[in-house]
């Protein structure tokens, strides 16, 4: 396979850059091909300004998806864009690699999935009619592909669980499986986590860095998320409500939009477990 990594921490000798590295070594072991882009070591632009459309005139009111389709369309987006554009259509997996700040992913990685993700390119794409609602969740221009995130936090396990004062990790990660990585086409992995990371010895770290092999070693062949397709008939359109009757009853929220409910096993949080719902 071929594998993209966008690694998203400011420093090399952090514990996401021996995470990345052991990702990276064990990838290759399998006879993968990867490719980084490190969005601090490459000085990234995280803002969607003007400076990203050069052809708008002064006096044009900026319309940033406006401006980004037309781009798109002409052939007119920035060189940096257009080289992550090359890359996520050369890869069959995609890494999205970050600490946890503040629940959410660094701004330079929202930076970078603001400009990357052009109109036209990641959304805006296919007919919307009364059977269809534009190519995306699960269908778009990367469906086909796989996708994960690779991810550590400060916070405690527990903290993260159904019932932790978190909030689970799988709502708070929802925005970007379901809003960012199936939105525009792929198969979304069950994120790998790394909890409780601030005072990692050396045992604790060689703990993390196997299981995170062992997920490299698994890339392409781990099931992905159970999301629904969205013009599969189980939406309501244009309404895009889940069709009533469907989905478990006792499901609220986020898990709405699994076609089987998951529970994360106890002994393994990136691990999940399968239970359908609507036999
Ligand atoms: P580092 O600080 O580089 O390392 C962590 C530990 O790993 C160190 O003790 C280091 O010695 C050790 N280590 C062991 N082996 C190695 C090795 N081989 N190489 C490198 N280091 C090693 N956490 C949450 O849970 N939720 C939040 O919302 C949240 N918000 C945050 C917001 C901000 C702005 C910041 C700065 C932190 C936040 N955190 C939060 C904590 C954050 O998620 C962790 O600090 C981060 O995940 C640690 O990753 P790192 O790569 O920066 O680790």
Redesign the pocket.
């Known amino acids: 396979m071929k594998v993209l990594l966008v690694f998203a ?1 400011p ?1 090399p ?6 995470l990345r590295d052991v990702a990276i070594e064990e990838l290759r072991v399998q006879g993968h091909e990867v490719r980084v882009s490190d969005l601090y070591a490459d000085g990234w632009k995280s803002e969607i300004d003007r400076a990203d459309f050069p052809f708008l005139t002064p006096e044009a009111r900026f319309k940033p998806a406006a401006a980004s389709g037309e781009a798109f369309a002409a052939d007119a987006l920035t060189p940096d864009v257009k080289a992550e554009h090359e890359k996520l259509l050369w890869a069959d997996a995609l890494i999205l690699q970050f ?5 959410a992913m660094p701004a330079i990685l929202k930076g970078w999935v603001d400009r990357v993700y052009s109109y036209g390119f990641a959304y805006g794409v296919g007919e919307h009619s009364d059977r269809r609602w534009g190519d995306r969740y699960g269908e778009g221009t990367l469906a086909g592909k796989r996708a994960m995130l690779l991810v ?4 405690w396990e527990e903290h993260y669980a159904a019932r932790g004062v ?1 909030g689970s990790i799988d709502d708070l990660l929802f925005p970007i499986n379901h809003g960012i990585l199936y939105y525009p086409g792929y198969d979304v992995l069950p994120p790998f986590v790394a909890y409780r ?6 045992a ?2 060689e703990a993390v860095a196997e299981r995170l092999r062992e997920r490299m070693r698994t890339l392409g062949t781990i099931p992905s998320i159970p999301y629904r397709r969205q013009n599969g008939g189980d939406y309501l359109i244009p309404s895009m409500q889940l069709r009533p009757g469907l989905g478990d009853p006792h499901a609220a929220g986020f898990a709405l939009h699994l076609n089987e409910t998951t529970a994360a096993k106890a002994d393994g949080e990136d691990e999940i477990v399968a239970v359908p719902v609507e036999a």
């Not at 600490?99 to 629940?103: K, N, S």
């Not at 550590?152 to 916070?155: F, I």
């Open positions: 921490h420093e000798r952090s514990l996401n850059g021996a600490p946890l700040w503040w629940f550590t936090a400060g916070g978190n990371v601030d005072r990692l010895d050396a604790g770290f």
